[in-house]
T-cell receptor, first 113, second 112 residues
Framework: EDQVTQSPEALRLQEGESSSLNCSYTVSGLRGLFWYRQDPGKGPEFLFTLYSAGEEKEKERLKATLTKKESFLHITAPKPEDSATYLCAVQASSGGSNYKLTFGKGTLLTVNP | SQTIHQWPATLVQPVGSPLSLECTVEGTSNPNLYWYRQAAGRGLQLLFYSVGIGQISSEVPQNLSASRPQDRQFILSSKKLLLSDSGFYLC???????????FGPGTRLTVL
């Protein structure tokens, strides 16, 4: 069974204090790894898709990286508006349900001014 | 550009009552459609997905059902709600051959 574990569960940073969120996964053949941002009471907003180990993607203050066992979401010089829950999900290439995303429980990031 | 709508935004229903949640997508044709549930302290769980009109696949056996009467319309239903059906229901769409799924604003369901 595909599994995704995110750590830490919650992270509190000061504005400008860079850090990383971790997503460890086990999957029977990785088709893709996805990062989403979710604000309270809203649907997840797509951030990145990573397909193979060594791949990196950037968007503003966020950078996502991928290895064979985990992914990191690096946040550089965060601002209060980066406060949200960050979700990681994997999609397996094997089996009949190629479309299924398996999600972690998320990391709640709070950035204080 | 593509837009996904869900309604209602919030719903409070008594145990045993029926349920109908609706999702519609604009700006794309023949999308893959998904229903997820997000319960407190748990990750998003895929409930149903559809690759075309009338084609529904269930991931989790339960008292919920889904239908796709039109290309860009996806409906989640129940004949009798349980307390355990409470949660945040999210509809998502994707395009065949492209893996990313895009989520709607969600429906907060509370069963009392």
């Amino acid at each position: 069974e595909d599994q995704v574990t995110q750590s830490p569960e919650a992270l509190r940073l000061q504005e400008g204090e860079s850090s990383s969120l971790n997503c460890s996964y086990t999957v029977s053949g990785l088709r893709g790894l996805f990062w989403y941002r979710q604000d309270p009471g809203k649907g997840p907003e797509f951030l990145f898709t990573l397909y193979s180990a060594g791949e990196e993607k950037e968007k503003e203050r966020l950078k996502a990286t991928l290895t064979k066992k985990e992914s990191f979401l690096h946040i550089t010089a965060p601002k209060p508006e980066d406060s949200a829950t960050y979700l990681c999900a994997v999609q397996a290439s094997s089996g009949g349900s190629n479309y299924k995303l398996t999600f972690g429980k998320g990391t709640l990031l709070t950035v204080n001014p | 550009s593509q837009t996904i709508h869900q309604w209602p935004a919030t719903l409070v229903q008594p145990v045993g009552s029926p349920l109908s949640l609706e999702c519609t997508v604009e700006g794309t044709s023949n999308p893959n459609l998904y229903w997820y549930r997000q319960a407190a302290g748990r990750g998003l769980q895929l409930l149903f997905y559809s690759v075309g009109i009338g084609q529904i696949s269930s991931e989790v056996p339960q008292n919920l059902s889904a239908s796709r009467p039109q290309d860009r319309q996806f409906i989640l239903s129940s004949k009798k709600l349980l307390l355990s059906d409470s949660g945040f229901y999210l509809c998502a769409w994707g395009t065949s051959g492209v893996d990313t799924q895009y989520f709607g604003p969600g429906t907060r369901l509370t069963v009392l």
